[in-house]
């Protein structure tokens, strides 16, 4: 959640924003930078919450195992409301070889393509899904990311 500063940059440009985190310290952090209380926290595992007719579903470098991404991704999708948006961010597997930070372990990376598959036959549109490299401050190479933006159809299929 990198103590929620997205989920307080969402809510402080007008987002009604719930943030969802399974770590207590990591949602009591958050509490604290959010002086003014804009956003809703949830200690949940992000894998089994089922978020309810939302607009946004960020999921933001959740590194999981294949399985655990799937049912993480599978999860917000499903909680889409018609026209609501998927983005994923995280660590490509490419970032391990050709990248600078995040995690070293390979089984916790993935493609833009691996999310696709993840949401295949959930009945969203893929609107782009590919890397994108990120500067990182003092490093010789950019990080490698993959990045997923989709939506749900307006009838909600």
Known sequence: ???GRNAI????RGW???????????IERARALDTAGKVRWVQADATTYQPD??????ICYLQLSPDERRSAVRAA???LAPGGTLFVIAHDSRNLTDGTGGPQEPSVLYTASDITADIAD??????HAGE???P???AERPAVDCLLRARRGSSGG
């Open 16 to 26: 009604s924003v719930t943030a969802v985190d399974f770590s207590g310290i990591a």
């Open 77 to 79: 999708a499903g909680g």
């Open 122 to 127: 959930m009945g969203l549109t893929v609107l």
């Open 1 to 3: 959640m990198r103590e």
């Open 136 to 138: 990182v401050d003092g």
């Open 132 to 134: 994108l490299l990120r």
């Open 53 to 58: 007719e939302i607009d946004l579903a960020l």
């Open 9 to 12: 940059w969402l809510a402080d």
